[in-house]
């Protein structure tokens, strides 16, 4: 019987997938010639500041395997 459910779902998930897969049209422009939303914050092309979170991420990892190895080491005792 469960097993039975679950086919029945995927096969809707299946059926109904392609639904939500369209795009959303284009919206076009503004009447004054701007873009729909306005231009990207900080000017666009690629400015967006990730230096901050790649210390983050890193000290994040750091502090994980810190404690990975100290608690090897403790099991080990």
Known sequence: MKKRIVQIILA??????PLFMFAQPNPGGNGNG???GGD???GGGGTAPIGGGIVLLLSMAT???MKKVFDARNKVE
């Open 40 to 42: 990207p914050i900080g």
């Open 12 to 17: 809707g998930a299946f059926i109904a997938a």
């Open 34 to 36: 701007t873009p729909v």
């Open 63 to 65: 502090g994980y395997g």
